[in-house]
Each structure stands twice: as C-alpha cells, then as structure tokens.
C-alpha cells in the first residue's frame, strides 16, 4: 500500500548538502517526491511508497544530513501525487 507523507524540517537546513540527501536516501529507500528549499528557511519534503520506506524517511528526516541541524520536524498526511522519481524543486 502506498502512503504519502509532507515533512517541513526547520533549523540549520540549507546550504548543507540537504536536498541532495534527501535524494540520494529517498532513491536508496525506493521512495517517489520531491524536495524544496522555502522562502523560510525550511525544507519541505513530499514523500510517498511503502509505509516502511516512508517511516524511514521521517527518521532520516530528523537529523538530517552530517552537516545539518534539524531543531523541528513538522509531519503532514500527504496527497498520493503518482510521482514515478524523487527530484529537487525550486525554491517555494
């Protein structure tokens, strides 16, 4: 069964390598989404596949990349988007 899941990650989020993560370890996970950098400083994060690849993903998500320093995760219910890869996005 596919879930979907929408992670807003606040703290020291940008400009360390986190979208790239999230790429890299969504792909590693088998997971479809997308990832974007916010007006705010955050890192929003549409996530959807297995209930096991996506629980994952919001633990990865609560730290993070080495160099990151995630103070807050928010998690949303998330819309079934049909997405066939995970990919960056521009900036909301």
């Not at 088998?30 to 919001?58: F, K, P, S």
């Not at 993070?64 to 049909?82: C, S, Y």
Request: with cysteine; proline share 3%; aromatic share 6%.
């Amino acid at each position: 069964m596919t879930v979907a899941k929408r992670l807003l990650v606040h703290g020291h989020v940008q400009g360390v390598g986190f979208r790239f993560a999230t790429c890299l370890e969504a792909k590693r996970l088998g997971l479809y989404g997308w990832v974007r950098n916010r007006h705010d400083g955050t890192v929003e994060i549409h996530v959807e596949g297995n209930a096991n690849g996506v629980d994952e993903m919001v633990d990865w998500a609560s730290h993070g990349p080495p160099n990151a320093n995630v103070a807050r995760l928010d998690i949303q219910p998330g819309v079934i988007e049909g997405i066939d890869t995970f990919t960056e996005r521009a900036s909301n």
